[in-house]
């Protein structure tokens, strides 16, 4: 069974970089038939996919347009997790924040394992 | 990118009745690529359908979906307590960004 347990802080300032944490159990973060991705929920955004890292022969990771020039996605093989950074923080970025794995091919934007969640909250 | 309006924006039913909740998209939706997800107070969102009528592993058959194109419907056939959340639809095409409906409340009446 897949487990996904997320982790990192709630409370930020604006300008402030935030750092989630995914770790997986049950799969490989290497895995070469699946995609580790970020999604957010707020009430003003609804459901917003982030964006996402998988290894194919070698990483790759790409993000939503929306958040491009200040998100990065990347793995962390050593133990087995993948995690979210978000530059320059805004009020605008306060969310719930979900890990979320999906699979290679046309399964690619279907989310069948979930995080808990983590709300956090950009506040001066 | 394919935007996702979802009807009615609440359900007000009691349990045992029939709930049926509307997801109509913007553009064809390619391949059917259209999933379902159930999502209740303090949790993530939970798969419940995916190609727009095949259940995820473990959903009860209360549970179906149907549509093609544009339009799509989730179908619960008899309420149980444990159903009343928020649904929303999702579609999947081949590459991302991937967008989601605004959702659609079912409550207790």
């Known amino acids: 069974q897949v487990q996904l347990q997320q982790s990192g802080p709630g409370l930020m300032k604006p300008s402030q970089t935030l750092s989630l944490t995914c770790a997986i159990s049950?799969?490989?973060?290497?895995?070469?038939?699946?995609?580790w991705n970020w999604i957010r929920q707020s009430p003003s955004r609804g459901l917003e996919w982030l964006g996402r890292?998988?290894?194919?022969?070698?990483?790759?990771?790409d993000s939503a347009v929306s958040v491009k020039s200040r998100v990065t996605v990347s793995p962390d093989t050593s133990k087995n997790q993948f995690s979210l950074q978000l530059n320059s923080v805004t009020p605008e970025d306060t969310a719930v924040y979900y890990c979320?794995?999906?699979?290679?091919?046309?399964?690619?934007?279907?989310?069948?394992?979930w995080g808990q969640g983590t709300l956090v909250t950009v506040s001066p | 990118e394919i935007l996702l309006t979802q009807s009615p924006g609440t359900l007000s039913l009691s349990p045992g009745e029939r709930a049926t909740l509307s997801c109509r998209a913007s553009q064809n939706v390619a391949r059917n690529h259209l999933a379902w997800y159930q999502q209740k107070p303090g949790q993530a969102p939970r798969l419940l359908i995916y190609?727009?009528?095949s259940r995820a592993t473990g959903i009860p058959d209360r549970f179906s979906g149907s549509g093609s194109a544009t339009d799509f419907t989730l179908t619960i056939s008899r309420l149980e307590p444990e159903d009343f959340a928020v649904y929303y639809c999702q579609g999947y095409d081949d590459s991302p960004p991937w967008t989601f409906g605004q959702g659609t409340k079912v409550e207790i009446k």
């Open positions: 049950g799969d490989s973060v290497s895995s070469n038939i699946v995609i």
């Open positions: 190609a727009a009528s």
């Open positions: 979320a794995r999906s699979r290679i091919g046309w399964e690619a934007g279907l989310f069948d394992y």
């Open positions: 890292t998988y290894y194919r022969s070698k990483w790759y990771s």
